[in-house]
């Protein structure tokens, strides 16, 4: 099951995959992007990732929330994300292929871990009420398509939403909302178990302004991690045009 084929059209900057005989294709971020944020027609100057604490924020692509299948199936795909399990596939299948092909050195990392949700912020799955984490599906997929294994190494001790607020507003995440998985803490917290020295691959569906991911990395490389990314399936830069 879930036999698929996909590959990098660099000729148009598309990624194509095929999931039984259902071709999908994903524009790829454009250039010139920052490479540490991902931030469109961002080049040395960006001034999008001031706060950043993870080493650097990958992408399938731009993110434009109101943008329909016709002229957007990536961002279509990231938007059925939230309400339809089946996107995480070829939405993870584009992400492990862009590891392999493109982004060779996450091909380093020890863990890969999902950003966590609160059980109360989890969706309901089709008719019946099931929940899930977006970032949890993609997490599995590339898990288990680069052969890396998945460690939860975070959690998430209350609601909190990104949504809705402005750009200041979003970098003020208070302290309590994540923290280190207690399971993954040992000897009371001298010695935090799987994190000191290694490397670590976080994962979600879109980054906006990249606290979130920020607050993440910031625990972890406290708790002794090495070096911290964060793959997104779709970078949303806001309203870029307006931007100068
Ligand atoms: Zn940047």
């Known amino acids: 099951m879930n036999s698929y084929y996909g590959y990098i059209n660099n000729y148009n900057n598309t990624i ?81 292929i862009l590891i392999k092909e493109r982004y060779q050195e996450l091909l380093e990392i020890d863990y890969i871990t999902p950003i966590p949700k609160h059980r109360d912020e989890y969706k309901p799955v089709g ?47 208070p302290d309590d909302i994540y923290s280190i998985t207690k399971s993954k803490i040992k000897l009371e917290g001298k010695s935090i178990q799987d994190i000191q020295g290694k490397s670590i691959l976080l994962i979600d569906d879109v980054r906006t302004s990249g606290a979130t991911g920020s607050k993440c990395a910031s625990l972890l490389k406290e708790a002794g991690a090495n070096k911290v990314y964060l793959f997104v399936a779709g970078r949303d830069a806001g309203d870029q045009e307006t931007l100068t």
């Open 127 to 173: 008719k019946t009420r099931g929940i899930y984490n977006q970032a949890e599906e993609l997490a599995d997929i590339i898990s288990k398509e680069i052969n890396k294994p998945k460690n939860n190494l975070l959690n998430k001790n209350k609601p909190w939403s990104q949504r809705n607020k402005g750009w200041e507003e979003r970098q003020n995440i």
């Open 16 to 96: 194509i995959i095929t999931i039984s005989s259902r071709r999908i294709i994903y524009n790829l971020l454009p250039e010139p992007y920052c490479k540490k944020c991902s931030f469109p027609k961002a080049t040395d100057e960006c001034r999008w990732h001031h706060s950043d604490t993870m080493d650097r924020t990958y992408a399938i692509g731009l993110y434009y929330p109101k943008r329909r299948e016709a002229e957007d199936t990536l961002s279509d795909h990231i938007r059925r994300l939230k309400s339809s399990k089946f996107y995480a596939r070829p939405l993870g299948y584009a992400m492990s």
